[in-house]
């Protein structure tokens, strides 16, 4: 007979009463480079994937589309090394400091906000 693996720890508790989040379970994380402050991508985490990045110092998301986690490079090599992940005053958005390997966008941008849209009317110049 096979021992059980002991269960993993949840996060913290004084850490997930900051988080306000969506009826899914999940909070926004906006992904930002450390040192150019490029906003880099917007993903989601639930209170798994914020326990596992601030355990791993590796930036893991939930994939709604998937249904499953996932450590940003794991598979493509483009990692994220969190420097730092910060909470909104709200606790509905968390801003995810990292040092970015290659590209963060999934369609080989360095980052998921490369498409500039047109002027806004009234813009200032």
Known sequence: ???????EPALDPQV???LSR???GLVAAVVQQH???????????DDEALRRTLTTGRA???????????VKGETSGNRQWVREVRVDCDGDALLVVVDQEGA????GERSCFFRALPAVAGERS
């Open 1 to 7: 007979m096979s021992a059980v693996p002991p269960p």
């Open 16 to 18: 997930a009463e900051l």
């Open 35 to 45: 040192d150019t402050r490029e906003v880099l991508m917007v993903a989601w985490m």
């Open 104 to 107: 963060a966008c999934h369609t």
């Open 22 to 24: 969506d009826p899914a």
């Open 60 to 70: 893991t998301y939930w994939s709604r589309s998937r249904g499953e986690y996932w």
